[in-house]
């Protein structure tokens, strides 16, 4: 295989997943700015995110929420998305809405909250079984706000023993991936703020946890690609919660504030091994789109992944190596900095047309009628949004 062929061809292979949350209404705290069109359910979700697909041929699965996306019969919502042209990828818990989880939910002081988010979780893998999802991600709101407020240490026992019971249920070929938030809504200590944190309770519970890196969870200036490198070595990369920040955990699109971080951290996921479908790396996008379309905004995130993952493919590896091991830096670092300024749009244009699809999806989304056709009928009904 020549080398752009076997760059095409990983290309080609890689999977993207989208969030079925990403397709409803949200905005901040301030303002939830409702768009016309937006899906009235978890099925019309899906079949928002079958337009990503059909337009890029890389984003055949959709992670779910619960219970925003609580339906009664989860294997005909499964059928549905089959029938549209996707599937359901990652079982996403919710242990943050009720008012019961002032005080935390697997971590707070009462143990009859404890249960209660232990339950849902138990549940989440339940849902799991009936749509055929092989992963459960968790994201805990946990924390306190005043010290002295709880006990540090105490806090990550009880964390520590809720995990273990839901990941002695998890089943064959299913597997639990752990994401860390270093604050909000806690503003004093988080109960999972950091990669070390939910690596060492990974570490405790066994092979089948993994950890999420959602790029908007660390406090500014943190080199995200060691992190990144550290977790693919030691076998623990379960999942990429994909999004941009300037500030905080902004959720604006991937690739957007800052395309060279992503390909730093996309070449330490080819360094590391991470693109082989058998290192078990989901890629997935956690954004929400609070002022501009949806559909297309998640369309151009799965395309920034795509460049960036081009740009990271076109590293000369051999180069590289030959530049570090000779210690030349600078050599080293134009190795990167060349395949980064490579201008990857006309291969993936190339590549699209080779599989069948639009050169340019974007263009090609917005030429098809959908966006029009899900406004005259997504009429009556309550609109679906973050945290509905
Ligand atoms: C929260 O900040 C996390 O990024 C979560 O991954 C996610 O956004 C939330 O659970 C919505 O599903
Ligand atoms: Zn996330
Ligand atoms: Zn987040």
Redesign the pocket.
């Known amino acids: 295989m020549s080398g752009t062929t076997a760059v095409k061809a990983a290309l080609q292979a890689q999977r993207i997943e989208t969030?079925s949350?990403g397709f409803g209404n949200s905005g901040t705290r301030f303002k939830v700015f409702a768009q016309q069109g937006v899906p009235r359910d978890p099925f019309e979700k899906l079949a928002d995110a079958a337009q990503v697909h059909a337009a890029t041929g890389v984003a055949p699965t959709v992670?779910l929420?619960i219970p925003?996306d609580k339906v009664d019969d989860y294997a005909a919502l499964a059928a549905h998305a089959a029938d549209v042209g996707v599937r359901i990828g990652m079982i996403?818990?919710?242990t943050?809405q009720d008012d019961a989880y002032r005080l935390g939910s697997v971590a707070h002081p009462d143990a009859a909250v404890r249960r209660r988010a232990v339950d849902h979780l138990l549940e989440c893998v339940d849902i799991m079984d009936a749509t055929g999802s092989d992963s459960l991600?968790l994201?805990f709101?946990d924390g306190t706000n005043y010290p002295g407020q709880d006990d540090i240490a105490a806090r990550q026992d009880r964390l520590a023993e809720a995990l273990a019971r839901v990941y002695d249920r998890l089943g064959e070929g299913q597997r639990m991936v752990l994401?860390y938030?270093l604050f909000?809504p806690a503003f004093y200590t988080t109960d999972v703020p950091d990669w070390g944190t939910a690596y060492a309770h990974c570490l405790k519970l066994g092979p089948k946890a993994k950890v999420?890196v959602?790029t908007?969870?660390h406090a500014p200036g943190t080199n995200i690609e060691f992190i990144v490198a550290i977790l693919l070595r030691e076998g623990r990369l379960g999942a990429f919660?994909f999004?941009s920040r300037f500030y905080a955990?902004d959720?604006l699109m991937v690739g957007a504030a800052d395309p060279f971080q992503l390909f730093r951290i996309l070449h330490a996921v080819r360094a590391g091994g991470g693109f082989d479908p058998a290192a078990g790396v989901a890629f997935m996008l956690?954004q929400?789109h609070n002022i501009e379309p949806k559909i297309p905004a998640m369309i151009r995130s799965v395309l920034n992944v795509q460049e960036a993952t081009a740009k990271a493919l076109l590293v000369d590896a051999d180069a590289l190596r030959t530049a570090q091991l000779a210690g030349d830096v600078l050599g080293a670092n134009a190795v990167l900095m060349d395949a980064y300024n490579t201008d990857v749009r006309p291969l993936l244009a190339e590549l699209r047309e080779e599989m069948g699809l639009d050169p340019n999806p974007v263009a090609a989304y917005q030429a098809g009628g959908y966006a029009e056709k899900i406004v005259a009928e997504r009429v009556g009904g309550t609109q679906a949004g973050?945290g509905a």
């Open positions: 969030p949350w992670s929420h925003w996403n818990s919710n943050f991600k994201w709101a994401e938030k909000e999420v959602d908007g969870h919660d999004n955990d959720d956690d929400c973050w």
